[in-house]
């Protein structure tokens, strides 16, 4: 059946962590709405996976970070830099928090040999690997052609700020949670969602087993129950969980959110994709 111009379609173009994995890649998103093409995170290969998923990457020039951590960063001058030798005409827009300009200026100066070189050989323009940023604070930071993004506080102190954003469009709506803690703002944002993706720690924290370092990241992230009472409390049509910290069974992640939440849930993979029209609906890859 076609699908109407006003589906919300998310790809999950990663839902790894730092740790090396050839299924999960590093954390991104892409939102298509419209003409719109978004992408939320630039982890580990995410331009590898863009390819996979057989989206044009000249037509992909905007890009919006939650946080600074690396694995949601790492993938930058691969978006940035191999469409714009390939082609891309324009910049690279990015919105990210406080933060994000010092961190693209030192791309920039660190692959200045590149950004010299080809327009020599390859006879593209050095201004068409500009870069234009903006540094965000809560509320509606972009609109275009009917589709909305909207940045909320999230919490995963110490890393502060950390953003979740909310993407609407034509009624419908998702929520990316980035990398946060149990967040009432996040519930606040995330009220009758149409989907909600949400990171989660499988670890227990009251585990007197726990290294420091386990401790330390399952500190950052929520354990499952507490998801399930986020998702609980936002009750969106579908609740998907990504970018999963220290787990060793989805089993027991799935068990575990049960406790507390009994809708719709799915644990997301590389390249699953989510068609928001009238229902939602899962692709699988
Ligand atoms: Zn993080």
Redesign the pocket.
Known sequence: MAEDMRTLKVTLLGTGTPRLQTNRYGSSALVEAGAEKLIIDCGRCTLQRLFENGTPMLEVNKLFL??L?S??TVGIPDLWLTPWAFGRKGPLFVWGPKGTRKMMAKFEEAFEFDLQMRPVHDKILREDARVECEEIEEGLIYEAGGLGVTAFEVD?RP?RP?YGYRIDFEGRSVVIS??TRFSENLIRFSQGVDVLFHNVAGVHKDDTGLSERERSISD?HLTPEEAGEVFSRSSPKLAVYTHMVLYSDIGEIISRTRKTYDGPLEIGEDLMSFHVGDTVRVIRP
């Open positions: 939650t946080h951590h694995d949601h995963h890393v950390a980035g990398d950052l």
